[in-house]
């Protein structure tokens, strides 16, 4: 069954450090997302991604965020300068044409020092 | 008002029971409600969606939708206890680029 990944798995990174998240969305699918969900709390949308453009992003994606997909299978989320804040898990999501539904990919635990 | 809200549990039933899992939201455009199942430190795994109010079940898991009262339900019968997980309820309007709107998770132990 086709799925999402992402790696890698765990990432650590210093304050201000730049850090790229990557994603492979399941190969037919044309909407991508990325979501984070800080420890204990509830998974929040980030960006959603389509045609080359974003579509929607949220107040937390801020200027210190970007997405690109550099090529025809993946998907990055790149942070610039990181925060202490931005300690979380990342989810990238993914989904076809044909319906609303999300699939996730297993995470990337982002780790901020 | 929070747009999704979900009782956190801990909820323990022991194995064999029916488990419900309940939900509200606060906007009427939301038009798809979705349930998926979290295991500790993993991605939200879709379990089923439902379009509107109604029901649909698949095996032992059956979800609701009463629209009127903004209230949504997952049933799992038979309860095992590879159904310990936290379940996720959410909600979108629907259209395809569409941002998911989760609860905070309720979390199930189904007792040996």
């Known amino acids: 069954e086709p799925e999402v990944t992402q790696t890698p798995s765990h990432q650590v990174t210093q304050m201000g450090q730049e850090v790229i998240l990557r994603c492979v969305p399941i190969?037919?699918?044309?909407?991508f997302y990325w979501y984070r969900q800080i420890l204990g709390q509830k998974v929040e949308f980030l960006v959603s991604?389509?045609?080359?453009?974003?579509?929607?992003k949220s107040e937390i994606f801020d200027d210190q965020f970007s997405v690109e997909r550099p090529d025809g299978s993946n998907f990055t989320l790149k942070i610039r300068s990181t925060k202490l804040e931005d300690s979380a898990m990342y989810f990238c999501?993914?989904?076809?044409?044909?319906?609303?539904?999300?699939?996730f990919g297993p995470g990337t635990r982002l780790t901020v020092l | 008002q929070k747009e999704v809200e979900q009782d956190p549990g801990p909820l323990s039933v022991p194995e064999g029971a029916i488990v419900s899992l309940n939900c509200t939201y606060s906007?009427?455009?939301?038009?798809?409600f979705m349930w998926y199942r979290q295991y500790s430190r993993k991605g939200p795994e879709l379990l089923m969606y439902?379009?509107?109010?109604g029901n649909k079940e698949d095996g032992r898991f059956t979800a609701q939708v009463d629209k009127s009262s903004k209230y949504i339900s997952l049933f799992i019968r038979d309860s095992q206890p590879s159904d310990s997980a936290t379940y996720l309820c959410?909600?979108?309007?629907?259209?395809?680029?569409?941002?998911?709107?989760f609860g905070k998770g309720t979390r199930l132990h189904i007792l040996p």
């Open positions: 999501a993914s989904t076809e044409d044909t319906a609303p539904t999300q699939y």
């Open positions: 190969s037919n699918h044309l909407y």
């Open positions: 991604f389509y045609n080359n453009e974003i579509s929607e």
């Open positions: 906007n009427s455009a939301f038009q798809y």
């Open positions: 439902t379009y509107s109010s």
């Open positions: 959410a909600t979108s309007r629907g259209n395809r680029d569409d941002k998911i709107i």
